[in-house]
């Protein structure tokens, strides 16, 4: 049972996606985030990083892909990509700023990849 099921964002629908994950990651990294892969991938500590990694970890768990698929992609342990949601879904909470980041990004993503 993914941690996300209980998580809503108003006026957002939440979908299953049937893209590739690395076709939607790539939009996303190249889109909204300032670090590539192989620097989301490594095992940096610094802030910026760290947030942008747990970032993608929860937009691709909210599309659907399961922990353990994106902690493959991401080269980390699906418990990783677990605290990861959490830490985000949390964080959402206080920082106005990372949730209209985040509902901006899933509507983008939404355009990029419409479900027919």
């Known amino acids: ?44 500590r610094k802030q910026l990083v760290r947030q942008e990694r747990q970032l993608l970890s929860y937009l691709l768990c909210w599309y659907g892909f399961k922990q353990q698929k994106v902690a493959f992609f991401l080269i980390h342990d699906h418990a990783t990509v677990g605290h990861s949601c959490k830490t985000i879904i949390n964080d959402m909470v206080t920082d106005k700023e990372l949730k209209e980041r985040v509902i901006g990004i899933l509507c983008m993503i939404a355009e990029k990849f419409p479900m027919s």
């Open 1 to 44: 049972m993914s941690i996300l099921n209980a998580h809503v964002i108003p006026g957002i629908k939440k979908i299953k996606v049937v893209i590739p994950i690395g076709d939607i990651s790539q939009f996303i990294i190249g889109r909204f985030f300032k670090y590539t892969l192989e620097e989301l991938r490594g095992r940096s």
